[in-house]
């Protein structure tokens, strides 16, 4: 009986609830999002959408889902993150926000009534203690590693870097109530074997935690058709916001350990945090790099090689990305889909928060730069099976299967 009742698939009965804290197809995040609702919604007759919605186009084919959207309204006034003291703690500032969301959205959950919950962490707790309430079953969207070593990772670098403690994104009160989501749901969902660990270390029960990758869109991540002459400086990108867990710094070290001539370095992201933007300032000086806002495409097939130094990351987003474009990666060993990356096939993969290891793969990829084509072909191929549209389909199935001791209850 239990065994077959792990098989069941809910199909047309269920009235899921989707709940997050980003824009659905905005940045990594915002992927992550709406592969979420696509995953949650398929096969129900009345889904609902609960945050701050979703771009248009939509970012995964063949469309948007048939949902029920119901915009969450602003928590924060951008005055008061700008005007008032909270100006100067960003991280406080993200906790009243999705505290804020995660109140509203246990308010409407309450109405709509849903017979199952897909929620991201950080807006969740709310809803979970909801449905611990009803009987209703969850799943925990875990983008990230374990919230306590990413605020670990932020605090030895904040004080690595600026000497002070870490006034970002994660407070110590935002890491408590996401330890409270992990203990509080059913399911977690994580992105990578890396992540997986992450969690497991911190102490999250091994059978609470699955392991189900992320999706990217290969129609709109392609590589170009004509690639860049292979003359003058080697182009590398870096896509992401310049804050400390990226690891921003240890690359601009690299490539002036090396001599910035060699180099063009395209950045597209946010300046990040004052103290940041500061950091990025004084370090820049001296190399050739541009900085660009927007949509990262030109910027992929413009370069011949993507690199990632993040300190921790369970997925990065924009690492499948690159290998869906065609680029060769240098990417840490901190970030979950560093597995899909063949060593000196697809890229390099180097240590995290470290000058040295990166420089040499940077030395290795202007040594081979004749080779990075190939490398980036193998890295499609790789990415194909890795994030491809199969994946899309088993986080449908994974979602929708009924724990045996929920069919039985």
Avoid at 290 to 317: K, Q, W
Wanted: proline content about 8%.
């Amino acid at each position: 009986m239990e065994a077959k009742a792990r098989e069941i698939v809910v199909n047309g009965r269920d009235r899921p609830a989707i709940v997050f804290g980003a824009t659905a197809g905005v940045g990594g995040l915002g992927h992550s999002i709406a592969a979420g609702i696509a995953a949650a919604s398929e096969g129900s007759r009345s889904a609902f959408a609960l945050g701050p919605g979703a771009t248009d186009p939509w970012p995964l084919p063949p469309g948007p889902p048939a949902v029920e959207w119901i915009r969450s309204p602003r928590f924060v006034p951008r005055w008061m993150s700008r005007y008032t003291w909270l100006r100067w703690k960003p991280g406080r500032v993200v906790l009243m926000r999705d505290r804020g969301l995660g109140q509203w959205a246990a308010r409407e959950v309450q109405r709509l009534r849903p017979t199952s919950c897909y929620l991201f962490t950080q807006v969740a707790l709310e809803t979970l203690e909801w449905a611990r309430r009803e009987g209703v079953p969850t799943v925990l969207d875990n983008p990230n590693g374990h919230i306590r070593n990413f605020r670990q990772v932020c605090e030895r670098e904040s004080q690595r870097w600026f000497g002070r403690s870490f006034a970002g994104h994660p407070v110590a009160s935002m890491v408590d109530r996401v330890e409270q989501e992990y203990e509080s749901a059913d399911r977690i969902r994580v992105y990578s074997e890396w992540g997986r660990a992450s969690m497991t270390a911190y102490g999250v029960p091994a059978d609470k935690v699955h392991v189900v990758r992320q999706t990217v869109n290969l129609q709109r991540f392609r590589p170009a058709d004509q690639r860049p002459a292979a003359s003058g400086p080697l182009r590398i990108c870096y896509v992401g916001s310049l804050d400390l867990r990226k690891g921003f710094v240890y690359l601009l070290r690299a490539i002036r350990a090396l001599g910035p001539a060699h180099f063009h370095l395209r950045i597209v992201g946010a300046t990040g945090d004052r103290h940041c933007a500061a950091l990025f300032a004084k370090e820049r000086v001296g190399l050739n790099l541009e900085v660009i806002p927007g949509d990262p495409i030109p910027a992929y097939r413009h370069s011949e090689l993507l690199v990632i130094p993040t300190i921790e990351d369970g997925l990065p987003f924009v690492l499948v990305e690159g290998l869906a474009c065609g680029l060769p990666v240098i990417v840490t060993d901190q970030a979950g889909a560093a597995e899909c990356v063949q060593p000196e096939r697809s890229g390099w993969v180097v240590p995290a928060a470290q000058v040295e290891p990166l420089a040499c793969a940077l030395e290795q990829a202007l040594r081979r730069r004749s080779e990075l084509p190939e490398m980036g072909r193998q890295g499609r191929a790789a990415v194909e099976q890795y994030a491809g549209p199969a994946q899309l389909r088993q986080l449908a199935d994974w979602v929708h299967r009924e724990s045996a001791a929920e069919v039985l209850h």
